[in-house]
Protein backbone atom coordinates (compact mmCIF):
# COMPACT_ATOMS: atom_id res chain seq x y z
CA UNK A 1 0.00 0.00 0.00
CA UNK A 2 1.38 3.60 -1.21
CA UNK A 3 -0.46 6.42 0.18
CA UNK A 4 0.74 10.36 -0.67
CA UNK A 5 -0.43 13.27 1.17
CA UNK A 6 -0.74 16.59 -0.02
CA UNK A 7 -2.60 19.94 0.09
CA UNK A 8 -0.98 21.25 3.01
CA UNK A 9 0.05 25.27 3.55
CA UNK A 10 -0.03 28.38 5.11
CA UNK A 11 -3.13 29.96 5.51
CA UNK A 12 -4.72 32.71 7.58
CA UNK A 13 -7.21 31.36 10.38
CA UNK A 14 -10.76 30.81 9.26
CA UNK A 15 -9.54 29.54 5.79
CA UNK A 16 -10.13 26.55 4.46
CA UNK A 17 -7.97 23.77 2.98
CA UNK A 18 -8.36 20.31 1.12
CA UNK A 19 -6.17 17.63 2.00
CA UNK A 20 -5.70 14.91 -0.54
CA UNK A 21 -4.55 10.95 0.20
CA UNK A 22 -3.59 9.33 -3.38
CA UNK A 23 -4.15 5.30 -2.34
CA UNK A 24 -2.52 2.92 -4.39
CA UNK A 25 -1.33 -0.90 -4.33
CA UNK A 26 -4.30 -2.78 -3.25
CA UNK A 27 -8.70 -2.61 -2.98
CA UNK A 28 -9.22 -0.70 -0.05
CA UNK A 29 -13.07 -1.75 -0.24
CA UNK A 30 -13.68 -3.05 3.89
CA UNK A 31 -10.54 -0.69 4.80
CA UNK A 32 -10.52 2.25 6.92
CA UNK A 33 -9.45 5.26 5.56
CA UNK A 34 -8.18 7.94 8.17
CA UNK A 35 -6.40 11.23 8.32
CA UNK A 36 -4.26 11.82 12.09
CA UNK A 37 -2.14 15.24 12.57
CA UNK A 38 0.67 15.78 15.01
CA UNK A 39 1.80 19.17 15.79
CA UNK A 40 4.96 19.83 17.32
CA UNK A 41 5.76 18.02 21.16
CA UNK A 42 2.40 16.56 20.87
CA UNK A 43 1.29 12.85 20.25
CA UNK A 44 -0.58 11.83 16.83
CA UNK A 45 -3.93 12.38 17.70
CA UNK A 46 -7.13 11.18 15.47
CA UNK A 47 -9.06 14.00 12.98
CA UNK A 48 -11.49 11.90 10.71
CA UNK A 49 -11.69 8.25 9.48
CA UNK A 50 -14.35 6.31 7.14
CA UNK A 51 -14.27 2.69 5.82
CA UNK A 52 -13.71 3.04 2.38
CA UNK A 53 -17.42 1.27 0.88
CA UNK A 54 -18.89 2.55 4.17
CA UNK A 55 -21.36 5.32 4.69
CA UNK A 56 -20.40 6.60 7.75
CA UNK A 57 -18.06 8.87 8.97
CA UNK A 58 -16.37 9.43 12.07
CA UNK A 59 -14.80 12.78 13.30
CA UNK A 60 -13.02 13.85 16.57
CA UNK A 61 -14.52 16.18 18.34
CA UNK A 62 -12.23 18.86 18.04
CA UNK A 63 -12.73 19.31 14.22
CA UNK A 64 -16.56 18.35 14.03
CA UNK A 65 -18.61 20.68 12.23
CA UNK A 66 -15.45 21.79 10.51
CA UNK A 67 -14.35 19.20 8.69
CA UNK A 68 -15.40 16.38 6.10
CA UNK A 69 -13.86 13.20 4.92
CA UNK A 70 -14.98 11.51 1.55
CA UNK A 71 -13.62 9.62 -1.05
CA UNK A 72 -13.34 9.53 -5.00
CA UNK A 73 -13.15 5.95 -6.47
CA UNK A 74 -12.23 7.12 -9.50
CA UNK A 75 -8.98 8.46 -8.21
CA UNK A 76 -8.41 6.55 -5.46
CA UNK A 77 -8.16 9.13 -3.71
CA UNK A 78 -9.47 10.61 0.44
CA UNK A 79 -10.37 14.17 0.81
CA UNK A 80 -10.34 16.07 3.98
CA UNK A 81 -12.01 19.47 3.72
CA UNK A 82 -10.86 21.11 6.58
CA UNK A 83 -12.94 25.18 7.53
CA UNK A 84 -12.41 27.35 9.39
CA UNK A 85 -9.14 26.70 10.22
CA UNK A 86 -7.82 27.78 13.77
CA UNK A 87 -3.82 28.13 15.05
CA UNK A 88 -4.46 24.56 16.77
CA UNK A 89 -5.39 22.76 13.43
CA UNK A 90 -1.80 23.38 13.03
CA UNK A 91 0.40 20.22 12.49
CA UNK A 92 1.61 17.28 9.98
CA UNK A 93 -1.79 15.60 8.44
CA UNK A 94 -0.95 12.10 7.60
CA UNK A 95 -3.32 9.63 6.22
CA UNK A 96 -3.29 6.29 7.05
CA UNK A 97 -5.26 2.70 6.11
CA UNK A 98 -6.22 0.23 8.87
CA UNK A 99 -7.06 -3.49 7.82
CA UNK A 100 -8.58 -4.33 11.29
CA UNK A 101 -10.35 -1.24 12.35
CA UNK A 102 -13.42 -1.84 14.52
CA UNK A 103 -15.29 1.44 16.21
CA UNK A 104 -13.40 0.96 19.52
CA UNK A 105 -9.98 1.22 17.53
CA UNK A 106 -11.04 4.00 14.82
CA UNK A 107 -8.89 7.19 16.78
CA UNK A 108 -5.66 5.29 17.96
CA UNK A 109 -3.20 5.09 15.34
CA UNK A 110 -1.23 1.71 16.18
CA UNK A 111 -4.23 -0.11 15.02
CA UNK A 112 -2.79 1.67 11.48
CA UNK A 113 -0.43 -0.40 9.37
CA UNK A 114 -0.25 1.86 6.54
CA UNK A 115 0.96 5.80 6.59
CA UNK A 116 1.95 8.23 4.19
CA UNK A 117 4.14 11.10 4.57
CA UNK A 118 2.60 13.45 5.72
CA UNK A 119 1.79 17.34 4.65
CA UNK A 120 2.59 20.25 7.04
CA UNK A 121 -0.80 22.52 7.81
CA UNK A 122 0.22 25.71 9.48
CA UNK A 123 -2.62 28.32 10.78
CA UNK A 124 -1.76 31.36 11.54
CA UNK A 125 -3.97 33.98 13.94
Known amino acids: VQLQASGGGLVQAGASLRLTCAASGRSFNNLHMAWFRQAPGKEREFVAA????????YHANSVKGRSTISRDNAKNTVVLQMNSLKPEDTGVYYC???????????????????WGQGTQVTVSS
Open 96 to 114: AVGERIIVSTIEIPRFYEY
Open 50 to 57: FRWNGNRS
